[in-house]
């Protein structure tokens, strides 16, 4: 109990002072998302949390309006659907700052199995299902092995997207997840937290290095 009070203090302070000292920057974003193209700032689409409960997660819009009705839950990097400051925000990882808001709200914690769409939960095994017995997070292990989904579903070649994620990701994506929830603690929430860290350092130090030649 007092584990858990502790993390949930953790959450709440390091989510809003994270909203406070980002805010600069998602005031800018939110100008360009505006100026890019029609639509709310945020999107805001139903996910699966603890014990399966329904709760709105929160996004940086990087796709068309009503993209969902017309297309697949899972995307490529070159999928049409998704905007022109879209694909700088997906590629920077950019989208997933108003998560922060989700944390700050209780619904998630930074580290845990990212929530996943209704009509994947509803495949879940008996099993599988104690990936819900534990808050959805911003990052764990399945985030640091499939940091880049859409460009495994694009390498893949697989057309359908939702296909292609339920072959290549899901199965693996699971494995972790049930990992992470039968066995976590502070120093492994650490742990996670810092490879993130380290991990999104590195893929802007080598994305630099591709876009100036070196």
């Known amino acids: ?37 029609p639509g709310p700032v945020f999107y805001k689409g139903e996910r ?11 996004k940086f819009r990087t796709m068309v309006v009503d993209a969902e009705r017309i297309g697949a839950s899972s995307t490529s990097e070159e999928d049409p659907r998704v905007t022109r400051i879209g694909r700088i925000l997906r590629k920077y990882k950019l989208d997933e700052l108003p998560q922060l808001i989700n944390v700050l709200k209780g619904d998630m914690s930074f580290v845990g199995p990212r929530p996943e769409v209704k009509k994947f939960v509803d495949l879940y095994t ?33 057309k359908d997207y939702d296909e292609a994620y339920a072959k290549l ?13 039968d066995n976590h603690n502070f120093w492994i929430d650490l742990e996670i937290i810092l490879k993130t860290l380290i991990k999104l350092i590195n893929t802007r130090m080598k994305r630099r290095k591709v876009n100036n030649g070196i």
């Open 1 to 37: 109990m007092v584990i858990l009070k502790l993390r949930s203090f953790f959450d709440f302070f390091f989510s809003l002072c994270g909203l406070i000292f980002l805010s600069p920057l998602v005031i800018l974003l939110t100008v360009l998302i505006k100026l890019d193209s």
């Open 48 to 58: 699966i949390g603890l014990n399966g409960k329904t709760f709105k997660i929160f």
């Open 126 to 158: 008996e099993e599988e299902r104690r990936i819900l017995t534990v808050k959805p997070g911003i990052t764990d292990w399945a985030s640091l092995k499939f940091d880049d989904e859409g460009e495994i579903i694009k390498k893949s070649g697989i």
């Open 169 to 181: 990701i899901r199965p693996e994506k699971i494995r972790l997840q049930l990992m992470y929830a």
